[in-house]
């Protein structure tokens, strides 16, 4: 039986022989770090976005701890986050030096709950970093609402949602600032690690642009205390091979999508993704929730179909956070949707003929 992998990172032969000549490019440039590339990904994602900013950094995690920083954020401040996203969320706001708060999340699209932010702000509070999960946009007009109410700062984390929408406006201009990740299996990957902070802040981009660099202008005038964590020359050519193509590699992702949802529709035991209303998913996952998940995912692999799970080990029960006083039941929501939560295979090379078997082995392994 033909295995069915969970992603494909081929990048199709006309795409490879566009990098190549981006690789080459850079080769014969011997500008590796601070170059032409990185200038001009950063104004073109910048725009993409509809920011006035774009700063490259190394990842994704880096990006929301520089975002965090530049604003201000740091000792003593608590930032407030969603209990179901992967643990770089959380670890952002560990490395700006700040407490993680996390609140529960909603049952339809796993996104942090606006009616769960409200009872975590106190005085301490300084931030709220909204995942966008799955692609799906968090609901960014009530969250904003309760910021400007309380005087908080909003970092979107925006690692898994490159070009969707939310009452028109990209991801990415929702807040004060946005955090990316280029990680190869984002819908926007590069060929290794990297990352962006995009924002409208004049004064946020230029403190993030001194952070990255240790936090100097040039080599030896240190201003602030910054870090090492540089887009590299080689990876903003690559994502500006690619970025031309997002919104075509999107509308696949949606139409694929579709065909799950098509293929689940009147099947009430499989819970399927519900993007708020007036948003666009840019669908990086498709994640179902199923009353037995670990049989159904046994079944599926033994047709050659490969899943994932995202995420089995919640931050707030890692080793990590642990011994700030979490424990099992302390967010029954994200805690029961990381218990059922399993991941389809979704790409925009994946045929919808593949995509239908996978749905039909699903429904197989679903009594109902």
């Known amino acids: 039986m033909p295995r069915i992998p969970f992603l494909d990172l081929d990048p199709g032969p006309e795409l490879e022989v566009e990098l190549r000549v981006a690789l080459t490019r850079v080769l014969a440039s011997r500008r590796y770090l601070f170059g032409p590339e990185l200038e001009a990904f950063e104004h073109e994602f910048a725009r993409y976005c509809g920011a006035r900013h774009c700063v490259g950094v190394a990842c994704g995690l880096s990006a929301i ?138 004064e946020i981009a230029a403190r993030i642009r001194l952070l990255r660099n240790y936090g100097a202008r040039d080599r030896y005038r240190l201003e602030i205390d910054g870090t090492n964590s540089r887009l590299a020359e080689i990876q903003a050519a690559v994502l500006r091979v690619k970025l031309p193509r997002l919104d075509e590699w999107n509308a696949a992702r949606a139409a694929l999508a579709e065909v799950y949802l098509r293929a689940f529709e009147g099947r009430e035991e499989i819970a399927v993704p519900r993007a708020p209303a007036r948003a666009q998913s840019a669908w990086h996952l498709f994640a179902i929730g199923h009353p037995d998940r670990d049989a159904c995912r046994e079944a599926l692999a033994q047709r050659g179909i490969e899943t994932l799970v995202h995420y089995p080990v919640l931050p707030h029960l890692s080793p990590a956070y642990r011994d700030r006083g979490w424990e099992e039941g302390s967010f029954p929501v994200a805690e029961r949707l990381s218990a059922a939560t399993l991941s389809l295979p979704l790409h925009p090379r994946l045929p919808v003929r593949t995509c239908e078997t996978v749905a039909a082995a699903v429904l197989d392994a679903t009594p109902v």
Request: charged share 20%.
């Open 65 to 202: 701890e520089l975002a965090l920083r530049a604003a201000g954020v740091g000792p003593g401040d608590e930032v407030i986050v969603p209990a179901y996203t992967w643990v770089a969320t959380w670890l952002g706001v560990t490395r700006a030096g700040a407490l993680p708060v996390g609140v529960d999340v909603l049952e339809g699209t796993y996104n942090i709950d606006p009616r769960a932010i409200a009872p975590a702000i106190n005085s301490r509070t300084a931030a709220i970093v909204p995942v966008h999960l799955r692609g799906e946009p968090a609901e960014m007009e009530a969250i904003r609402e309760l910021a400007e109410a309380n005087g908080l700062l909003v970092v979107e984390d925006a690692a898994q949602a490159h070009g969707a929408r939310y009452a028109g406006a990209p991801v990415g201009s929702l807040g004060d600032a946005a955090a990316f990740s280029f990680y190869p299996s984002k819908n926007l990957g590069a060929l290794g690690d990297g990352g962006a902070v995009v924002t409208d802040d004049d």
